[in-house]
Each structure stands twice: as C-alpha cells, then as structure tokens.
C-alpha cells in the first residue's frame, strides 16, 4: 500500500490502497483544499518528477534542508547539529536516497520534531531512514498524525531532546505549536526555530501570529499572550522561520515581545 501526499499541505496520510478521499489537515480552516481539487501523489511520482533537496548552512551547526521545486506549502526544514546528535526540526513531503547520504555524512538524525501540524510532512520516511528516529508530537496535536503505521513519543508543556536542544509548546497556530530553543545558536546567545508558530515578518524586526495564514485569521489576545509567556524563560538572539530566508537575525527576544504588543494594540486589547 502507499502512503500518499497531499500535493497542497505534503503531508503523508495512512498506507492505503487508493487515494484518499480528502486530506483531513486540508479541510481544517487553517488549511484549504486549492481551486484545482483534492491531489495526490506518492513519493516515487516526486521523484520522476524531478525534486531534489538541497542542503544550505545557516549558521555553523544549521544545515536547511530545501526541496526544489517545492512541495506543499515549500516549508524549509532545519537539521540542528549537536555533539550528541542531530535534531530534525520540521519536515517536508519528499525523501530520497541522496538527502539519506548528505544526512548519515553529518552525522544522521537522532530525534524529529515540529512546529505545527502542516510540517509533518514525510516524518515517518524520515525517521525509518535513520533507525526510527523517535519522532516527537504534542498530545494536544497527536490527531493530526496521520500516520497510523507510526506511533509517536508523545510530550508537552517542555522537554529537552538533547542537551541544549529543548521544545517548547507556545500553542497559538495550533494547540500544541512549538518552538525549538537552541542554546548554542547565533553564536552561543541562542536561537529559536519556530516554523511558523510565530511567522517571521517582511520587515524583519518584527514577527507576528495567526490562526491561519492562508485564510487571513486572527489569534485572540490570550493566545498571544501565551506564545509570549512561555518563550520568556529562554535566552535568543535570532529567530528562524519556517522558509528560507525567514530570519530575524538578531534582537529576536525584543522582536517578539515589540511585535505582541503591536499586534494587541491593533486588535484592541492595549491602549493606543
């Protein structure tokens, strides 16, 4: 049986003789199913169609990992390299032989994890590619883990997958949208990988927040207020967003806490 992807969202869904009817992440409203239907594809049909990833330094011990063309929504997810394992932050809806090689020559990958629910991707090919890496979900989020082949290492609130590597559940985007606290980033003052649980914004001193960013919907004030709140404890100076070149490469602690207080000034909830 196949696990086909959605060719809007690229998230794999459970083994099945056919294609399934719908995508169940597609018809939630932060989603959408696009003018042309619901479409399908298995990974072999990516690969004749010509995608390849690519991989691209961030910063020493950030690799990217970019598929080209794109699949989905064209997230870029990050590997972060560490001396006591590699973290796969995020995920992608294609996988081959010669992404497995690149990512063994660094080193392989110990442990998977995500931002949100759109960037599950191809996890379960991933993880049997490297020894079933655990690949770790939210219990707020675990129903939107398609696959029914897989079971994930279910966690919450905080946990450090390696030393200096640590989730941190924000909630917002989705219940259990997270973060990933690098210590060693930018230098040793830290990163924050964060998808787009906060979106980095064009003018990059700012971030924001949304329910949905295809279809334009707004957080309420107490969301916000969380995302602020439980990214409070960790030191960052850069943030990486979930596509390439999304980075607010410095001040990132400030650009949060500015860009939370514009947002609830312009939804009503502070004073002008």
């Known amino acids: 049986m196949e696990a086909y992807l959605c060719r809007t969202c690229g998230v794999q ?41 690519e991989l691209l330094d961030e910063e020493p011990g950030l690799i990217g990992i970019e ?12 590997l972060v390299r560490t001396p006591r394992g590699n973290v ?36 379960a090919e991933w993880s049997r590619a490297f020894g079933d890496a655990p690949i770790h979900v939210p219990v707020a989020d675990r129903r939107w883990f398609l696959r029914t082949d897989v079971e994930p290492v279910l966690w919450e609130g905080h946990l450090e997958l390696l030393p200096g590597v640590t989730l941190i559940q924000c909630g917002g985007h989705f219940e259990g949208s997270a973060a990933l606290h690098w210590a060693a980033g930018s230098r040793g003052k830290g990163a924050i990988l964060v998808g787009d649980t906060i979106a980095v914004a064009s003018d990059r001193r700012f971030v924001s927040f ?30 990486y967003g979930g596509w390439t070149g999304d980075v607010v490469d410095r001040g990132g602690h400030e650009a949060v806490e500015r860009s939370a207080e514009r947002y609830l000034r312009w939804i009503g909830a502070r004073r002008p």
């Not at 099945?16 to 239907?37: K, M, T, W």
Request: charged share 25%.
């Open 88 to 123: 796969l932050w995020d995920c992608v809806g294609y996988f081959d032989a010669d992404m497995v090689d690149a990512i063994a020559n660094l080193g392989g990958i110990a442990a998977i994890a995500f931002s949100h629910p759109h960037f599950y991707g191809a996890a």
């Open 67 to 78: 598929v080209r063309p794109r699949v989905g929504i064209g997230q870029r997810p990050l």
């Open 210 to 239: 949304m329910r949905s960013y295809p279809n334009l919907i707004p957080l309420p004030r107490e969301a916000i207020e969380s995302i602020v709140e439980s990214l409070r404890p960790y030191e960052f100076d850069r943030i």
């Open 13 to 53: 869904q459970p083994p099945s003789e056919r294609p399934p009817a719908r995508c169940p992440i597609c018809l939630d409203e932060r989603q959408y199913i696009g003018p042309a239907g619901q479409r399908w594809a298995t990974l072999a049909e990516l690969k004749e169609e010509g995608h390849r990833i």
